[in-house]
């Protein structure tokens, strides 16, 4: 029925994916301990036609093992190398592709023509509104094929656990099977957390959207969030604190809505936009082994943290468990930052310490609204997890001035995030390289170094300041000869850019740039300095920088 508001049970009830799937398989082949088929298989039928879907599958022989089945992000393909990842490990790997048909490729999955929506490429308004009901949208034709793959895992091995992997807006389409799928056995989300009706609109403003009709039937049908409540397995959610796509804060209201708190952790990491390190990896593997392996590994209770203001200062209190076991406590704290993908995040010394707590104290500087912190906890097992997000209006009117430092070793400040990622990703999503790394350079002196881009915006704290006479000064480190270049991006759309040569020595050479040697490619200076909101610093090869100013 048109403008029909669906709800998760509604939209779900009587979906059969019991048809036969009729598979074809294109090629097979032995990595390891696994058999790779690479495959087509029948999804639902739509109008007499069935979805044909593509998939990935490695089986391991002459073992009963659990299956992952991995939801790549709508826009992309299956990548056999994050199955091969998973299947070294021991578990049988599914993967299957969501987006359909793609120019220039040969296998994807087929979408009959009445549903052409389904190819991402061809979505048009089906996957951002619901302009008829949720059954009728891209994502519910994705939903379906994620549902068949849980049906082809759960018919090839009847006894073995299912754990789902979803990648982004895959992890979208996974919390939409994981809340109405009762053969799921635990789920990792990996950035897609619904809330996309609300793209846009940042938690903490007091902005709101227009609840029409349209708007209405998508959160209900369509937005994970809704689902969440639904959601009754262990859940992992991996994030980036930065990701201008994935809102980390509504990611954590989603994570509040699922059943078992006592079994639902997060990781956020603060050094990418769309990127998760090492440490997330660990986390997936351990999760797995201990939901659908049920391998005796310690997963610790997720930390926590609570903060209160004294004077011009702010106190972080981080409580956490399997002390043992604890390699590091940080915290991460950012002011005024309304807009989650431009935060500064800054990282407190730490103040005093006892078994299971840490405190940290960090001092204001200039007027101070409100602060918003969280809590990493690594440990010597891999492990790293999160605390939720602390949010605290403070404020303060600090007479303390604004640092003028970008980044600093001998603070270790956090305030350049990657961008550009150059390495290898695992789903374009996971690393195993480390996006950046604090390396010895001469004399001793550490400096921040990584083969990608490196972009703060703790620059927009001096755009009333800056003129055509600021300069930026900081000190950097190559062993061969290289380009750095420097570039300032305004809110307007501009891009103001300029490059110094280096000589490849085995000292700190310092430079210093003057603001008027910026550019636009079109040889525009700088008009407007209060237009300011990041600063990027990359090089050809690589380079450690330290002592980054802005004067």
């Known amino acids: 029925m048109a403008n029909e508001i669906l709800t998760p049970i509604t939209l779900w009830e009587g979906f059969d994916d019991s048809l036969p799937f009729k598979?074809?398989?294109?090629?097979?082949?032995?990595?390891?301990?696994?058999?790779?088929?690479?495959?087509?298989?029948?999804?639902?039928?739509?109008?007499?036609?069935?979805?044909?879907?593509?998939?990935?599958?490695?089986?391991?022989?002459?073992?009963?093992?659990?299956?992952?089945?991995?939801?790549?992000?709508?826009?992309?393909?299956?990548?056999?190398?994050?199955?091969?990842?998973?299947?070294?490990?021991?578990?049988?790997?599914?993967?299957?592709?969501?987006?359909?048909?793609?120019?220039?490729?040969?296998?994807?999955?087929?979408?009959?023509?009445?549903?052409?929506?389904?190819?991402?490429?061809?979505?048009?308004?089906?996957?951002?509104?619901?302009?008829?009901?949720?059954?009728?949208?891209?994502?519910?034709?994705?939903?379906?094929?994620?549902?068949?793959?849980?049906?082809?895992?759960?018919?090839?091995?009847?006894?073995?656990?299912?754990?789902?992997?979803?990648?982004?807006?895959?992890?979208?389409?996974?919390?939409?099977?994981?809340?109405?799928?009762?053969?799921?056995?635990?789920?990792?989300?990996?950035?897609?957390?619904?809330?996309?009706?609300?793209?846009?609109?940042?938690?903490?403003?007091?902005?709101?959207?227009?609840?029409?009709?349209?708007?209405?039937?998508?959160?209900?049908?369509?937005?994970?969030?809704?689902?969440?409540?639904?959601?009754?397995?262990?859940?992992?959610?991996?994030?980036?604190?930065?990701?201008?796509?994935?809102?980390?804060?509504?990611?954590?209201?989603?994570?509040?809505?699922?059943?078992?708190?006592?079994?639902?952790?997060?990781?956020?990491?603060?050094?990418?936009?769309?990127?998760?390190?090492?440490?997330?990896?660990?986390?997936?593997?351990?999760?797995?082994?201990?939901?659908?392996?049920?391998?005796?590994?310690k997963f610790p209770s997720v930390p926590k943290i609570s903060l209160e203001v004294d004077g011009e200062d702010v106190v972080y209190t981080v409580e956490f468990s399997n002390v043992d076991d604890v390699k590091s406590v940080h915290v991460y704290a950012s002011s005024n930052a309304m807009n989650a993908s431009e935060r500064v995040w800054f990282m407190p010394p730490l103040e005093s310490s006892k078994e299971g707590e840490c405190v940290f104290r960090r001092r204001l500087h200039g007027f101070v609204d409100f602060e918003i912190a969280y809590a990493v906890v690594k440990y010597n097992s891999g492990l790293a997890l999160s605390s939720k997000f602390v949010f605290e209006n403070v404020n303060i009117n600090s007479n303390s001035k604004i640092p003028n430092v970008i980044f600093s070793s001998s603070r270790l400040m956090t305030t350049f995030i990657v961008d550009d990622f150059k390495g290898k990703k695992l789903g374009n999503t996971f690393t195993v390289d480390k996006l950046r790394e604090y390396v010895n350079g001469p004399l001793g002196i550490l400096g921040v170094s990584t083969k990608n881009t490196l972009i703060s915006y703790a620059i927009k704290e001096f755009g009333e300041v800056l003129n055509d006479k600021s300069f930026i000064k900081f000190d950097v480190f190559t062993q061969v000869a290289d380009t750095v270049t420097i570039k300032l991006l305004s809110k307007s759309g501009f891009e103001y850019a300029t490059s110094v040569k280096l000589l490849g020595q085995n000292k700190w050479q310092n430079l210093t740039v003057e603001f008027s040697e910026f550019k636009t490619d079109i040889g525009m200076p700088i008009k407007n300095f209060d237009d300011i909101y990041s600063i990027a610093v990359s090089s050809q090869g690589g380079v450690a920088v330290n002592n980054f100013l802005v004067l």
């Not at 809330?195 to 998508?218: N, T």
């Not at 369509?222 to 980036?240: E, I, M, N, R, T």
Request: proline share 2%; charged share 25%; glycine share 6%.
């Open 23 to 297: 598979e074809t398989v294109l090629k097979t082949e032995t990595i390891g301990n696994a058999v790779f088929n690479y495959f087509y298989f029948s999804g639902r039928s739509v109008a007499k036609k069935r979805v044909r879907i593509y998939g990935v599958y490695a089986k391991q022989k002459n073992t009963k093992s659990d299956t992952i089945v991995i939801l790549p992000s709508v826009s992309e393909g299956a990548d056999v190398n994050l199955v091969s990842y998973f299947s070294s490990l021991g578990f049988n790997v599914l993967t299957v592709d969501l987006r359909g048909k793609v120019d220039g490729e040969t296998d994807f999955t087929v979408y009959p023509d009445e549903i052409s929506y389904a190819n991402y490429e061809q979505r048009g308004r089906r996957m951002d509104y619901v302009d008829t009901n949720a059954r009728e949208t891209s994502w519910y034709e994705w939903c379906a094929v994620a549902r068949y793959a849980v049906s082809y895992a759960k018919a090839d091995n009847p006894n073995g656990k299912i754990g789902v992997l979803g990648l982004k807006h895959g992890a979208n389409v996974a919390w939409q099977l994981t809340a109405t799928d009762d053969r799921v056995n635990a789920a990792v989300f990996a950035f897609g957390a619904g809330w996309l009706a609300y793209k846009g609109v940042d938690k903490f403003s007091q902005e709101e959207i227009e609840l029409d009709d349209e708007r209405c039937r998508f959160i209900a049908g369509v937005d994970a969030h809704s689902y969440a409540q639904l959601v009754k397995v262990p859940v992992l959610y991996l994030g980036a604190t930065n990701s201008p796509e994935f809102d980390p804060e509504r990611a954590i209201d989603t994570l509040q809505r699922v059943n078992n708190q006592n079994k639902s952790w997060h990781n956020f990491v603060n050094s990418s936009f769309d990127t998760l390190d090492r440490y997330c990896l660990t986390d997936v593997q351990v999760f797995f082994q201990k939901y659908l392996s049920s391998k005796r590994v």
